[in-house]
């Protein structure tokens, strides 16, 4: 029976990482083509006044434009993290509120992989006017987002467990 609760549990993280995983990756290859089918390289278009603003680039590097030109190497990158993740989630008996996070990481690297592999660069379209920031995507958002949040969740898992141990976890 226990293996069989293994087994379950570890299929169970399975479906959550590759379901969560695609769906920030549809939600980020649909975003990027309909900015793609309205604005022109370099266009402007106000989302919400004086907050965000519609600006289509093309980035050929990494985050804040780093790296320009390195785009196999960031493939290289995304898809390791991706099968880092995956192999995480499926060894190790972490709890859901962990592995979603880690699924938008996954999720996010891959719509940006998908960008650099098709096109050569990177789609980025949001573009805040309140305060001067580079230009992002909402792979991006995910990527950012699910590492703080995976990291948070590490921490109360971890702290959790050491707990219930009498503090003998990671000594």
């Known amino acids: 029976m226990v ?28 975003t990027k083509l309909a900015v793609r089918s309205v604005l022109r390289v370099g266009e402007r278009q106000t989302l919400i006044p004086g907050v965000l603003d519609l600006l289509y680039v093309k980035n050929d590097g990494a985050a804040f434009s780093l790296g320009r030109g390195a785009g196999p190497l960031f493939v290289l990158i995304a898809a390791a993290v991706v099968c880092v993740a995956f192999a995480y989630v499926w060894r190790e008996d972490v709890p859901l509120s962990l592995v979603l996070p880690i699924a938008c990481v996954a999720g996010g690297g891959v719509g940006n992989m998908v960008d650099r592999l098709c096109a050569g660069y990177v789609t980025d379209f949001l573009a805040t006017s309140f ?19 995976a990291l948070v969740a590490y921490n109360v898992w971890e702290s959790g467990r050491e707990r219930a141990n009498g503090g003998a976890v990671g000594r």
Not at 5 to 20: D, E, L, Q, Y
Not at 137 to 148: L, S
Request: glycine content about 4%.
């Open 131 to 149: 305060v001067d920031f580079p230009v992002f995507n909402v792979a991006d958002i995910f990527v950012t987002c699910g590492i703080v949040c």
């Open 3 to 30: 293996a069989t609760s293994k087994v379950s549990a570890r299929g169970t993280r399975a479906i959550v990482f590759w379901v969560a995983a695609c769906l920030v990756l549809v939600l980020d290859q649909t």
